[in-house]
């Protein structure tokens, strides 16, 4: 019976020892398994946040290479403003198309006289004072001018006045019965004809008797709609609140041909384009 009753107890111990280490070594398995599982959880936070740490480098690559785009973009406007300001003609150098004379605004050299002077002579044109020069650009396109003025009218320009020297607009300026002085003749060394680039066309006492004048009316109406494509322009227009001096329908001067169409355009005086634009 002692004998039943040990190996009884020997069998039951065997058991007891075989799930002692089957429960040993689950144990062991799910720590194992567990420490497995937090380090894949830490590796792939690691790799989220190297992900993320990718994604930030890469969208600061994407903006680093935007960024000279950007930079550039900035030159160019900056450029553009710089430019608007930019005065797009030169209104200042004595030698330049559209040196711009007003009288607050004279020649840098009191002596400057160009190089490329003509007298006017062409046969749809009547030289009044007969010595009167122009530079010659603005000569070809006057004799352009007066071709296409002879198509329409079948007469002749007549240039009253072009260039004038010191004592002769000294002369005028004293001459108050026909000069309001700063008003309504130039000072000398202040007058757009010492330019070489002005002329009056068939001239009268005041801008009031020009267009009342019919025929006068009708070749003013012409210049006005024509003058531009031969780079002239009617320079005193809005009167003198705008452009400094009364209106004076028969006093054209050349210009550059973008200046002159511009201003034709835009319906606008010499003057209030410089003011704007200087
Ligand atoms: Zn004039």
Redesign the pocket.
């Known amino acids: 019976m002692q004998n039943i009753g040990n190996r009884k107890w020997r069998y039951l111990k065997k058991w007891i020892i075989l799930i002692w280490l089957s429960l040993f070594l689950i144990s062991v398995f799910t720590i194992l398994n567990q420490l497995n599982k937090s380090d894949n959880t830490e590796n792939n936070q690691n790799k989220k946040i190297q992900g993320n740490i990718n994604s930030n480098t890469w969208k600061n690559s994407i903006n680093s290479k935007l960024q000279p785009k950007i930079a550039k973009q900035t030159i160019i406007e900056t450029n553009k403003i710089r430019d608007i300001k930019k005065p797009e003609y030169d209104f200042f150098t004595d030698l330049s198309i559209t040196k711009y004379i007003s009288n607050t605004i004279h020649f840098n050299d009191l002596q400057y006289e160009p190089e490329d002077l003509i007298t006017l002579k062409w046969e749809h044109l009547i030289n009044q004072k007969s010595n009167s020069k122009l530079r010659k650009i603005a000569l070809e396109n006057l004799e352009n001018m007066a071709n296409a003025f002879y198509d329409n009218f079948k007469t002749q320009i007549a240039v009253v ?1 072009a260039y004038r020297d010191y004592n002769y607009q000294k002369w005028i300026e004293s001459n108050k019965t026909s000069c309001i002085r700063d008003k309504f003749c130039a000072k000398a060394w202040y007058s ?2 010492q330019t070489w680039l ?1 002329i ?1 066309i068939f001239e009268t006492s005041d801008s009031k008797s020009f267009l009342n004048n019919k025929q006068y009316k009708k070749y003013y109406d012409w210049l006005q709609e024509n003058a531009y494509k031969y780079w002239f322009h009617n320079t005193y227009q809005k009167w003198i609140d705008i452009d400094w001096y009364n209106e ?1 329908p ?2 054209w001067r050349y210009l550059w041909i973008n200046l002159a169409k511009k201003l034709k355009e835009n319906d606008e005086s010499f003057w209030l384009y410089f003011s704007k634009n200087k």
Do not use: G, I, N, R
Request: hydrophobic fraction near 25%; aromatic fraction near 12%; glycine fraction near 0%.
């Open positions: 006045s757009e004809h002005a009056d004076e028969w006093h």
